[in-house]
């Protein structure tokens, strides 16, 4: 009640707001007048002082120093309006873009000479960026351990820089590794790959129209420029969560080894089972604890 009774000042330019005057607060409860409203676009009209629902809102999870940040940048709240408008027709537009770029990819694939397996994990991971690269996906059958529970999560096209040059390749990250798959035009070729284990940092820089990603496992950067923008953040998005959650699951065996030692081994083996069947670990990892602990 006594705010509502004394005036306020304009964090602006310092006249004294009345009680009825029209005005704007901040989330720091700093004011702006009518007259500030209607300079820096937060009215509903030109001529008008009084401001939009859209200011208030905005004004509500905003302080002061937003406010003057877009003085600084030379920018109206109608500004910051007509960018976000803008941002959110043009995720709209990608994620439509893309979304019809899955469907057409989903029908290439179902046309490929590869295991019926691998069409299933690539579709389902909705891949769809894998230009010129038909050559590396079939060899996906004799590379992927997908029998033995190598899953893929998701793929797309890029090149890939080796001593000063950019070759071109299928990225795949599994819940395993990421693969780099190069097929040369008439022979041969090469893959390799990076355990989940191993990597430190994912970095995306993302450009006008396409998007680079670095991945840092130890003392070396591999860096893959030119990926498809949208496919680039899915990509490097999965291969922060993937290695993360392959990290865990080694952190949770080398626990689970450490409180069973002093088991005995069918117990232990017992202990390994119940992980796999609650898909805590994979089936394979089971299998190899399985030879340790029997000596295979």
């Not at 500004?79 to 469907?103: M, P, R």
């Not at 090149?159 to 299928?170: A, I, M, P, Y």
């Not at 081994?265 to 119940?274: E, G, H, L």
């Not at 609650?278 to 340790?292: G, S």
Request: net charge neutral.
């Amino acid at each position: 009640m006594e705010e509502l009774i004394m005036s306020k000042t304009c964090y602006l330019c310092g006249v004294q707001i009345k009680f009825l005057d029209p005005s704007l607060k901040f989330k720091d409860k700093k004011y702006i007048c009518g007259k500030e409203i209607k300079k820096y676009g937060f009215s509903k009209s030109p001529d008008s002082d009084s401001p939009t629902s859209k200011a208030f809102d905005w004004c509500w999870d905003h302080t002061s120093d937003d406010l003057n940040q877009m003085i600084n940048e030379k920018k109206t709240f109608k500004d910051l309006v007509a960018e976000q408008e803008a941002e959110v027709a043009a995720t709209k537009f990608q994620s439509s873009s893309t979304n019809s770029a899955v469907q057409n990819a989903a029908k290439k694939i179902n046309n490929l000479l590869i295991p019926k397996e691998i069409k299933k994990q690539l579709i389902d991971a909705q891949v769809f960026d894998f230009w010129f690269n038909n050559k590396e996906l079939k060899s996906l059958q004799d590379i992927l351990e997908y029998k033995n529970g190598e899953i893929i999560k998701y793929a797309a096209s890029g090149f890939k820089e080796e001593q000063n040059e950019s070759r071109t390749v299928l990225i795949l990250c599994t819940n395993r590794r990421v693969l780099f798959l190069n097929k040369n035009m008439f022979f041969g070729g090469d893959s390799t790959d990076i355990p989940l284990n191993m990597i430190n940092s994912v970095q995306l820089t993302t450009h006008l129209l396409l998007a680079d990603i670095t991945i840092i496992n130890g003392a070396t950067s591999t860096k893959l420029k030119q990926l498809n923008k949208d496919a680039a953040r899915i990509l490097a998005k999965t291969i922060k969560e993937e290695s993360l959650q392959f990290q865990q699951r080694l952190l949770h065996l080398q626990d689970e080894s450490t409180s069973n030692q002093e088991l005995d081994i069918p117990d232990q083996i017992r202990k390994f089972k119940q992980l796999a069947d609650d898909e805590i670990i994979t089936q394979e990892e089971f299998e190899a604890k399985k030879r340790q602990l029997l000596g295979l």
